[in-house]
């Protein structure tokens, strides 16, 4: 299936897929990154799915890896931008064969940021934030997709409050799945976190 969208993107794709993963990937790492991690959730699923792994537009100042938007300092402003065109991307990806209600969206890191930020405006099936923080302006809109959160206690990258402001302001707004998973460990994708999703999949979708 071939899209016309406004990020390159690496898949394993499915002719009779009938859901999706996005996956937005962290700053400094690439469309690669996150691949292998999305296909481990779906194998533990009892679903078809479709897995979208995005590439961040910018190149990161390393000269290796790409970047959503420039930190250190901090480009709130590119960061709109951005989240703008990722809304139009996501937009794209809601088919008749596969809507957004039947996708899930995780970002880990600045991956998660831009996930919260643009996919709050969507209707997702579910939205995973990995390790993220929520840009300065974001506020969740009325209707607001199920949520997990998942964060290391000894994060020395993003703090773990960055979540817990995330999940403070989603909490008393919504009215469906909405998950703090904190665990022993540091700027990371929890390991347990997979078997998580697919145990309360069935409460999602």
Known sequence: ???????EFVSISSQTATHRIILVHGWGADSNDLLKFGK???????????????????????GQGRQWYGLYPHD????EV??????????????????????????????????IDAG??????????????????????KKIPPLIISHGLFDDVVPIEASRIIYENVKGKSSKFCELLEFNGSHQI???????????INKIF
């Not at 064969?97 to 969206?105: A, D, F, G, M, N």
């Not at 709050?120 to 809109?141: R, T």
């Not at 976190?193 to 697919?198: A, P």
């Open 1 to 7: 299936m071939k899209y016309d969208i406004n990020h």
């Open 40 to 62: 481990e959730i779906t194998e533990k699923i009892n679903l078809d799915f479709e897995v979208i792994s995005l590439r961040a537009p910018g190149l990161h100042p390393s």
């Open 76 to 79: 709130w402003n590119g960061a």
């Open 82 to 115: 951005e989240v703008n065109k990722l809304l139009g991307t996501f937009k794209q990806f809601d088919t008749d064969q596969i809507p957004l209600r039947k996708t899930i969206l995780l970002g880990f890191s600045q991956g998660a940021a831009m996930a």
């Open 120 to 141: 709050f405006k969507l209707n997702f099936g579910l939205i995973v934030a990995c390790s993220g923080y929520p840009h300065p302006n974001w506020v969740p809109e």
């Open 190 to 200: 929890d390991p347990n976190l997979i078997n998580y999703i697919s145990l309360n």
